[in-house]
């Protein structure tokens, strides 16, 4: 009984692991986007603030991150998703639930660019629309500049 209760765990220790890989995998490609992308934001006079949010959704799920942004401040918050995606989109949404913008074409590199009308907080809504093999992981980076169009 012992050594049946030690191959379990053994088991789920190897499953755990893996699943750890994969997803470490997963966020280094992510990252790797990220990376690839950010000197078209700085171009545009944006950095990025932290690092990346990253989750994983099944084929047409969402969910939500709340981001603290500043009044006056430029934002463009960008999402990328890993190969088995080809479809991310992001929505943002006010405190008061307004939308204040969304990028739904069918891509896998979605960005909503506004100025902050305040201080405080706001919802960034990622949608899943076509993920090949659940679950699909995806990254949200928030890059911010002065004010300005």
């Not at 991150?65 to 463009?76: E, F, H, K, P």
């Not at 907080?121 to 890059?143: D, E, W």
């Amino acid at each position: 009984m012992k050594a049946r209760h030690a191959l379990v765990a053994l088991a789920l220790a190897a499953l755990t692991a893996s699943d750890a890989v994969a997803q470490n995998q997963y966020q280094q490609q992510i990252q790797a986007q990220f990376t690839r992308w950010a000197p078209t934001f700085q171009q545009q006079g944006l950095l990025p603030i932290g690092s990346p949010f990253t989750g994983s959704l099944a084929d047409d799920a969402d969910e939500s991150i709340l981001v603290n942004l500043t009044s006056g401040m430029r934002y463009a918050i960008a999402g990328v998703c890993d190969q088995d995606c080809t479809d991310v989109d992001l929505q943002v949404f006010s405190s008061d639930g307004t939308k204040i913008g969304e990028d739904l074409a069918t891509d896998d590199k979605p960005v909503v660019v506004f100025n902050a009308s305040y201080t405080g907080q706001y919802r960034v809504k990622v949608l899943m629309p076509t993920c090949n093999t659940n679950p699909c992981y995806y990254g949200v980076q928030i890059f911010a500049g002065s004010g300005g169009k």
